[in-house]
C-alpha cells in the first residue's frame, strides 16, 4: 500500500466528515460501507485509519483474484441457485431474506480418463472462500480443519447456505470465491477477522511457498 502520485489511479481516499470522523471513500467518494466504530480524526485515529487501508487492501486483492487466462478452457462450473424458488436476482447478485437457503454447486467439468480411472491430472482440490460484510474472509468450505476437498471428473458438490443477517445490519453481501486446484492448495492464509479485530496468532510456515499466489 502506498500514497498515490498526482497521475495515479486511487483505490481509497480519506476526509474528514461533519462529525470530525475520519471518512474511508472509494475513487468515486463514497464512503466505505461497514467501517464501525467511527474514528474520531485526531492523532490516535490516525493509525486506526491506516490500519482499516491496509485490511481493506487486503480483502480487496482477494476479491479481485481471478484465473491468469480467462479465454483458456475453464474447467470448473460454479452455479449458486436458491432453495425452493425464493429469492430474487438483481443483475449478477442473487438477493434473499433472512431464513431462506441457496445451494453453491460446483461441478468438475473435466471427464474421467478412459484408461486410467485415478488419474490424479483430472482431479481438482475445492476451497471456497466467504468475502463477507464486515470486511472478513473465511474459508467456508472445507468448514473444519481440511485445506481442501478433491472432486473427482465429472461430479459434483452441492454446498447448502442459509441467508443471515450479522447483527446490527438490515442488509449485507457475501461473495463466494471458488478455487479448483490440480495442486495442493492451501488458501487459509489468505483469510481476514472482521475489520478492526486482531488476527488470531498464526503459527510461522515451516516450508517455503512456490506457489505464485
Known sequence: MALAGPDAPVDFQVAVNAAGEFEIQDAGDEPIPNLRPPVTANATGVARVVQRLVHLAKYRNVQGLDVPDAS?????????????????????????????????TIKNLLTPNPAD????????????????????????????????????????????????????????????????????????????????????PQAAPRAKFDDPL
Open 72 to 104: 483458456a478452457p475453464q474447467n470448473l462450473q460454479v452455479t449458486l441457485e436458491p432453495v425452493g424458488g425464493v429469492g430474487a436476482q438483481e443483475g449478477r447478485a442473487l438477493v434473499l431474506r433472512p431464513g431462506d437457503r441457496v445451494v453453491l
Open 117 to 200: 480411472p485415478n488419474d490424479p491430472s483430472r482431479v481438482l482440490n475445492i476451497t471456497v472462500l466467504g468475502l463477507n460484510a464486515d470486511w472478513s474472509i473465511d474459508q467456508a468450505y472445507p468448514a473444519a480443519a481440511g485445506k481442501y476437498e478433491s472432486l473427482d471428473p465429472g461430479r459434483s458438490i452441492p454446498l447448502p447456505f442459509p441467508a443471515e443477517l450479522s447483527a446490527g445490519y438490515t442488509e449485507e453481501t457475501t461473495i463466494f470465491k471458488v478455487f479448483g486446484a490440480r495442486a495442493t492448495t492451501q488458501f487459509r492464509w489468505l483469510q481476514l477477522p472482521p475489520l478492526d479485530t486482531p488476527p488470531p
